[in-house]
Nanobody, 126 residues
Framework: QSQLVESGGGLVQPGGSLRLSCLGD????????IAWFRQVSGKEREGIACISAGGGSTRYADAVRGRFTISRDDAKNTVDLQMNSLKLEDTGTYFCARDVISACREPWDTAGYANWGQGTRVAVSS
């Protein structure tokens, strides 16, 4: 069964860094935009970073811009999210998603994404 697999979550102190990775398992990422979403308990899933097919365009939510960097390695079929200067409010479950289009969609609607991973948990705590 083709799927997205996230990894790299964990517990980190405020100000620390984590690098999340999204692997396409029998699912090609190369020709689609890929996004990372974050969900906090009791709240809707929110888009935080997106990268277009080919990597020429990226998009970030205001809350993470300047701290997070999304990148892709099509040879490895992965999309990573480097998270620096982590804050308490970055705590949540992080999901990667593959869109049905090559560009980062506008508006950032979860309904457009055809494939989702199971999520990886990030906890920022002192």
């Amino acid at each position: 069964q083709s799927q997205l697999v996230e990894s790299g979550g964990g517990l980190v102190q405020p100000g620390g860094s984590l690098r999340l990775s999204c692997l396409g398992d029998r699912l090609t990422l190369k020709f689609r935009s890929i996004a990372w979403f974050r969900q906090v308990s009791g709240k809707e899933r929110e888009g935080i970073a997106c990268i277009s097919a080919g990597g020429g365009s990226t998009r970030y939510a205001d809350a993470v811009r300047g701290r997070f960097t999304i990148s892709r390695d099509d040879a490895k079929n992965t999309v990573d999210l480097q998270m620096n200067s982590l804050k308490l409010e970055d705590t949540g479950t992080y999901f990667c998603a593959r869109d049905v289009i090559s560009a980062c969609r506008e508006p950032w609607d979860t309904a457009g994404y055809a494939n989702w991973g199971q999520g990886t948990r990030v906890a920022v705590s002192s």
